[in-house]
C-alpha cells in the first residue's frame, strides 16, 4: 500500500512538472514585446498596407518598434475624427529593412525598443526554474521512498539496501487451519515447542535443526504451515521470497539477507521463512555460463548467516520450494536445511479435511455432502479446494440465494478446472462438427473398458475449448497401466475420428490440436519413460522435460543412438495410430447411436454421464468399469 502511494505521487507530479515547464516557458521566456505593449494599450490594429498608405499620405506622426521590429505601435492622425491622435497596432513583416528608409524619409519619429532586458532575466529564470524544481522533486522522492521497501532509493543506494521482508508479530494462523497434511505437521510440531521452550532441548545438549526445508507442489499449503508453527510457538514470523533477493545489482541480495537476519536476531525468538529458495539455492555453475553471480553471493551470504548464528538463539529457518532436486548440496548438509518435509496434494481423506477448514466461515446448505466433493477432485491442491469453495461462494452470492448447494459446487469446479464459461454457440456447421468431436471422444470413453466412465459431455466453452467431455478421473492417480494408457490415447483420438468418420477426412478441423499433443506425448512417455513398447522395458532419454537449468540439455547427449532415435518415433507413431484405428472403428460401428447423442447434445448443450450410458446402452453393450472406490 505504501508502495502504491508514492507511485502516484511520481505519476502526478511528471506530468504537472512537465505541464509547468511548458506554462514558464511561455510566459517568462517570450514576454519580449508584452512588457512594452501593456503599457501602451493600442488595442486597435491595423494592416501593414494600411500603415503604408497612411505613411504616404503623412498621417503618421510616431511609429515605435517592440518586438524585433515585428510588432509597431503608430500614432497616426484621423482626419474622419477631427484630426485626432489614434494609436494603432500594426504586425509587420518579417524583413522590412526598407520601411526603417521609409520612415526616415517621411520624417517620422521612430523609435526602437529591442527585445527588452527584463525579458531575457525572467526567460532566463524561468529556464533555471524547471530543472531545479525537477531536481528538487527527485530529491524528496528518493528520500521519501528510500525508507519504503521497493522505492526507487534503491537505485541510489544499493550498498545499504533495506531487505524486502515482511515481519509478522501474529499471523493468526493455527494448526487447525492447515489440513490434510498430518505427516507434516507432526514434523513441525517440535518445531513449536523448540520455539517456545528451548530449555527443554538445551538441557539434555541436543541441538535443534537450524533449517527445515518444505518440499511440495504449489499450493499444497507450504506458507500456510510455516505461518501456522509461527501462530502456535507465538512468535514474529519474517518472510522473503528468494526470487527478490535476487536483483539487478550485485551484493544487493546479500546485504537484504544480512538485514533479514540481523532483524530476525533482534526479534528472536522468531520465524524466518524463505518462500522459493530455488530462485537462491540452485546449485552453483550450472547451466550455461556457470550462472549468476548475484545469485551465488546472496546464496553464499545465506550459508555464512546459517552458520554464524548459534543453534540456540531461537531463530528457525523455514524454506519452501518446489523443486528440491536443483537444489546446492551445500544448503542441504547438517546444520543448514537438514531436515526436510514434503508436503504433497492431499488423499481423498485429506481433501475433506480441508474442504471442512474452508467451509467453516461459508453457508453451505446441508444437503451438500463435502464428501462428495472430495471425492469429485482428484489431483486438487489444498489451495485448489479454497479456491472451490470460494468461486462457490461468489456464484451464490450473485445468484442471490442463502447457501451454497450443489450446483454451484458443480458449475465451481468447472471452472476451477477448465476456466471461464464462455457463451454457447449458435446452432450451424461448426456446431454440428463440435458436438460429433465430443461425443466422439465420449462414446470412445465409453466403450473402452479401461478407459475413465464420461462424468458429461458439454458445448458450453469453456476456457480455450469449444466443447468438453469430462471424465472421473480415478482416485489412486499414482499407477497408471499400459492398457489404461493406450485407452486414453483411443479416448483422445475420439474427437478426430469422429470428424474424419462423419465429415470426410478433407473437413478435419484444428479443433483436435490439443488431443493430438496429449496423445503424442503419452505415447512418446510409454516408450521412452515407461518401457512399455516393443523396445522392451529401458528408459531412453533420461527425463529431458525435468531439466531446468538452461542449456543442460544441450550439453548431455542423447544416450542412443540415431539409430534408435528413429526406431522411438516408429514406435510413438505405431501406439498413436492403433488408438486412432481403433477410435474409428468404434465410432464406424455405433454411427446411430452417435447420430442420436449428438441431435440431443445440439438440443440440451449438456449431456449427463449417466444418461449417456444409458442410451448407449441401448445399441451396445457397455463394459462395467472398475473403479477404486476409496473409504473415507
Ligand atoms: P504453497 O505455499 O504451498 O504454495 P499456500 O500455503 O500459499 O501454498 O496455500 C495457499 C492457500 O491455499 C492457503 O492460504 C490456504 O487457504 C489454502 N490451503 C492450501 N493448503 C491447505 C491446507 N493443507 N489446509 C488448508 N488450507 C490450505
Ligand atoms: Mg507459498
Ligand atoms: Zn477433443
Redesign the pocket.
Known amino acids: 500500500m505504501k508502495n502504491f502511494s508514492w507511485k502516484i505521487a511520481l505519476l502526478w507530479t511528471l506530468p504537472l512538472l512537465v505541464v509547468g515547464f511548458f506554462l514558464w516557458q511561455g510566459t517568462f521566456t517570450t514576454p519580449t514585446a508584452s512588457s512594452g505593449l501593456s503599457g501602451n494599450t493600442a488595442s486597435t490594429r491595423m494592416t501593414y498596407g494600411r500603415f503604408l498608405d497612411y505613411l504616404n499620405s503623412d498621417r503618421v506622426t510616431s511609429v515605435e518598434l517592440y518586438d524585433n521590429g515585428r510588432t509597431a505601435i503608430v500614432q497616426a492622425i484621423d482626419p474622419e475624427l477631427d484630426n485626432r491622435l489614434q494609436k494603432l497596432r500594426v504586425d509587420l513583416p518579417a524583413n522590412s529593412p526598407e520601411l526603417i528608409a521609409k520612415l526616415r524619409d517621411a520624417d517620422v519619429n521612430f523609435e526602437y525598443h529591442p527585445a527588452g532586458n527584463e525579458g531575457a532575466v525572467w526567460g532566463l529564470l524561468g529556464n533555471l526554474l524547471f530543472p531545479v524544481i525537477l531536481i528538487g522533486a527527485l530529491f524528496f522522492l528518493f528520500r521519501r521512498s528510500n525508507n519504503m521497501p521497493g522505492g526507487p532509493g534503491q537505485a541510489m543506494n544499493f550498498g545499504k539496501s533495506k531487505a524486502k521482508f515482511q515481519m509478522e508479530a501474529k499471523t493468526g494462523i493455527m494448526f487447525d ?5 498430518d505427516e507434516a505437521k507432526e514434523e513441525l510440531q517440535e518445531v513449536v515447542t523448540f520455539l517456545k521452550q528451548p530449555e527443554r532441548f538445551t538441557a539434555v545438549g541436543a541441538k535443534i535443526p537450524k533449517g527445515v526445508l ?1 518440499v ?12 501456522a508453527i509461527a501462530g502456535e510457538a507465538s512468535v514474529p514470523f519474517f518472510s522473503i521470497s528468494g526470487s527478490e533477493f535476487v536483483e539487478m545489482f550485485v551484493g544487493v541480495g546479500a546485504s537484504r539477507v544480512r538485514d533479514l537476519f540481523k532483524k530476525a536476531k533482534e526479534n528472536a525468538p522468531c520465524l524466518i521463512f524463505i ?1 522459493e529458495i530455488d530462485a537462491v539455492g540452485r546449485q552453483r555453475g550450472a547451466g550455461i555460463g556457470g550462472g549468476n553471480d548475484e545469485r551465488e553471493q546472496t546464496l553464499n551470504q545465506l550459508l555464512t548467516e546459517m552458520d554464524g548464528f548459534e543453534g540456540n538463539t531461537g531463530i528457525i529457518i523455514i524454506a ?1 520450494t ?1 523443486r528440491a532436486d536443483v537444489l546446492d548440496s551445500a544448503l542441504m548438509r547438517p546444520g543448514r536445511f537438514d531436515r526436510q518435509v514434503m ?1 504433497d496434494n ?1 488423499d481423498i481423506k ?1 481433501r475433506l ?2 474442504l471442512e ?2 467451509a467453516r466461515d461459508k453457508k453451505i446448505a446441508p444437503e451438500v455432502s463435502l464428501n462428495a466433493i472430495a471425492r469429485r477432485t482428484p489431483g486438487f ?7 472451490l469453495l470460494n468461486e462457490a461462494a461468489i456464484l451464490t452470492a450473485r445468484r442471490r440465494k442463502e447457501a451454497v448447494t450443489i450446483h454451484e459446487i458443480d458449475d465451481a469446479v468447472d471452472r476451477v478446472v477448465a476456466g471461464m464459461e464462455g457463451t454457447p454457440l449458435t446452432d450451424g456447421k461448426s456446431k454440428r462438427l463440435i458436438a460429433y468431436h465430443e461425443i466422439g471422444h465420449a462414446i470412445v470413453g465409453t466403450l473402452v473398458k479401461d478407459h475413465d466412465p464420461v462424468q458429461k459431455v458439454t458445448l458450453i466453452p469453456r476456457g480455450q475449448a469449444q466443447g468438453l467431455t469430462w471424465f472421473i478421473p480415478s482416485e489412486d492417480q499414482g499407477l497408471i497401466s499400459r492398457s489404461q494408457l493406450m485407452a486414453r490415447i483411443a479416448g483422445a483420438m475420439g474427437g478426430r475420428a469422429a470428424e474424419e468418420e462423419i465429415f470426410g477426412s478433407d473437413e478435419v478441423t484444428t479443433g483436435a490440436g490439443g488431443d493430438l499433443q496429449q496423445v503424442s506425448e503419452m505415447a512418446r512417455q510409454m516408450v521412452t519413460v515407461y518401457g512399455m513398447s516393443d523396445l522392451g522395458p529401458i528408459a531412453l532419454g533420461g527425463g529431458q522435460g525435468d531439466q531446468v537449468f538452461l542449456g543442460a540439455g544441450l550439453t548431455s547427449r542423447a544416450e542412443y543412438s540415431e539409430e534408435v532415435a528413429s526406431r522411438i518415433d516408429d514406435q510413438v507413431r505405431q501406439i498413436a495410430e492403433h488408438g486412432h484405428q481403433l477410435a474409428r472403428k468404434i465410432i464406424r460401428e455405433n454411427r446411430e447411436v452417435i447420430d442420436r447423442l449428438v441431435d440431443l447434445l445440439i438440443e440440451k448443450e449438456t449431456i449427463d454421464g449417466e444418461e449417456l450410458k444409458q442410451i448407449v446402452s441401448e445399441y451396445a453393450e457397455v463394459p462395467e468399469k472398475e473403479r477404486f472406490v476409496p473409504q473415507i
Open positions: 487451519d492447515v489440513a490434510g497434511i518444505l511440495g507442489p504449489p499450493g499444497t499449503g507450504k506458507t500456510l504451515l510455516a505461518k518462500d519452501a518446489n508436503v492431499p485429506g479435511e480441508i477448514v474452508h491442491s489444498g489451495a485448489d479446494l479454497a479456491n
